[in-house]
């Protein structure tokens, strides 16, 4: 069974100081997806990363993908209280078309003003 | 930008009720999939669908519950008798599937309530 665990799994920082949260598994996962769920509502993706070692910016977000596609982190610069949700990974294991994507539990952000 | 819609966004029904719940993924996708997130729980896969037939499905996905594409835009979750352990927010996702990548992109999700 794939598992993909997030961690920590709740993160309280004042504004202005700088995070990462963790995302790791012992498969191997042929992409990988970071998904923000506000409560009540569905995960709205931020970002897709593919090839081991990748490397993607969103603004103050940065999104990086092991070199062997097992584990990956997001980092954030300088955190604003907009910031704060529930920050989920997502993997994909199979390159099967229409193959399902596991979830994380999540990390639970809060930003402080 | 285009987005996945889901109805309705609460659904309250009594434990053995047949319910359906609807969605209308991103108009020019070809994969589509049913998750659903137990309260405080993990997003949970259930079943995709492409071509009008099942891809993959999961242990959850048992005989109460079936997937349908009635027309050219709808995609639709039945669960035929209704469990108290059904209660769940239940998530719609589409796919384009371009270039060996598959981003799905989630509707906002249908709260099922079973009393």
């Known amino acids: 069974t794939q598992l993909l665990e997030q961690s920590p799994q709740f993160l309280s920082i004042q504004e202005g100081e700088n995070l990462t949260v963790y995302c790791n598994s012992s498969s191997v996962f042929s992409s990988l997806q970071w998904y923000r769920q506000e409560p009540g509502e569905g995960p709205v993706l931020l970002v897709t990363v593919v090839t081991g070692g990748e490397v993607k910016k969103l603004k103050r977000l940065t999104f990086q993908f092991g070199d062997a596609r097992k584990d990956s982190s997001l980092h954030i610069t300088a955190a604003q209280p907009g910031d704060t949700g529930l920050y989920l990974c997502?993997?994909?294991?199979?390159?099967?078309?229409?193959?399902?994507?596991?979830f994380g539990s999540g990390t639970r952000l809060s930003i402080r003003p | 930008e285009p987005e996945v819609t889901q109805t309705p966004s609460h659904q309250v029904t009594q434990m053995g009720q047949e319910v359906i719940l609807r969605c209308v993924p991103i108009?020019?996708?070809?994969?589509f999939y049913w998750y659903r997130q137990i309260l405080g729980q993990k997003v949970e896969f259930l079943v995709s669908?492409?071509?009008?037939?099942?891809?993959?499905k999961s242990e959850i996905f048992d005989d109460q519950f079936s997937v349908e594409r009635p027309d050219g835009s709808n995609f639709t979750l039945k669960i035929r008798s209704t469990k108290l352990e059904d209660s769940a927010m239940y998530f719609c996702?589409?796919?384009?599937?371009?270039?060996?990548?598959?981003?799905?992109?989630f509707g906002p999700g249908t709260r099922l309530t079973v009393l």
């Open positions: 669908f492409y071509n009008n037939e099942i891809s993959e």
């Open positions: 996702a589409s796919s384009p599937w371009t270039s060996g990548t598959d981003t799905q992109y």
């Open positions: 997502a993997g994909r294991a199979s390159v099967v078309s229409a193959s399902k994507i596991i």
């Open positions: 108009s020019n996708h070809l994969y």
